[in-house]
């Protein structure tokens, strides 16, 4: 069965601390995105990568970085934790680009941010 | 540009009825639509796609959906609903020709299944 695994699931931070949100697929996908879900909004994507150390912003990436060493590993990190970015974090790979292509998502990490 | 609505937040059934979560979507390419479901505290679940192949799609669980290009709309539907199925369900949107990734996602509705 194909996996994306997000290592932490629940994670509560005060504000101004560095915050690691780490993402491992075992699909060999060359693509992953880090998305941010809330109430009301969808899903929002935050940045994206479709190769090792490449990576794009997405709609949302202030207050965010990301990080792709190894094809199989897409971090985000925040800076400085704030409190609006206390949030439910989804993590994504896909295939390279197809017609229709399909995400496969991790469970999702819910920070908090005190 | 690209733009999904799904018409309700909340929809809730009783066990056995059919079910009905509408979509409507805006694309200036062909579109690429998807349906995915999210449970409780987990992550989101591709239920079905369309790629311009035929316009009934057929997903897991049951569920499926019509594209209908004049009525730019994409509703997912299943005859009858079970407990199991009450989960909040996103319409997602995708361009195919774009040079990035163009990958819009719905609001969300949440599917309520009554005994």
């Known amino acids: 069965d194909v996996k994306v695994t997000q290592s932490s699931r629940y994670l509560v931070k005060r504000t101004g601390e560095k915050v690691f949100l780490e993402c491992v697929q075992d699909m060999d996908h060359e693509n992953m995105f880090w998305y941010r879900q809330d109430p009301g909004l969808g899903l929002r994507l935050i940045y994206f990568?479709?190769?090792?150390?490449?990576?794009e912003k997405g709609d949302i990436p202030e207050g965010y970085s990301v990080s792709r060493e190894k094809k199989e590993r897409f971090s985000l990190i925040l800076e400085s934790a704030s409190t609006n970015q206390t949030s439910m974090y989804l993590c994504?790979?896909?295939?390279?680009?197809?017609?229709?292509?399909?995400?496969?998502f991790g469970e999702g990490s819910r920070l908090t941010v005190l | 540009a690209q733009s999904v609505t799904q018409l309700d937040s909340h929809v809730s059934v009783s066990e056995g009825t059919p079910v009905l979560l509408r979509c409507n979507y805006s694309s200036s390419y062909s579109p690429s639509l998807f349906w995915y479901v999210q449970h409780p505290n987990k992550g989101l679940q591709l239920l079905l796609k369309?790629?311009?192949?035929?316009?009934l799609v057929k997903g897991i669980n049951g569920f499926e959906a019509e594209f209908k290009k004049s009525e730019t709309s994409f509703h997912l539907t299943k005859p009858s609903a079970h407990m199991s199925d009450a989960a909040e369900y996103f319409c997602v949107v995708s361009d195919p020709d774009g040079g990035g990734f163009k990958t819009i996602f719905g609001a969300g509705t949440r599917l309520f299944v009554k005994a």
């Open positions: 990568s479709y190769d090792v150390k490449m990576k």
């Open positions: 994504a790979s896909s295939p390279p680009r197809q017609l229709a292509r399909s995400l496969f």
């Open positions: 369309y790629t311009s192949a035929a316009t």
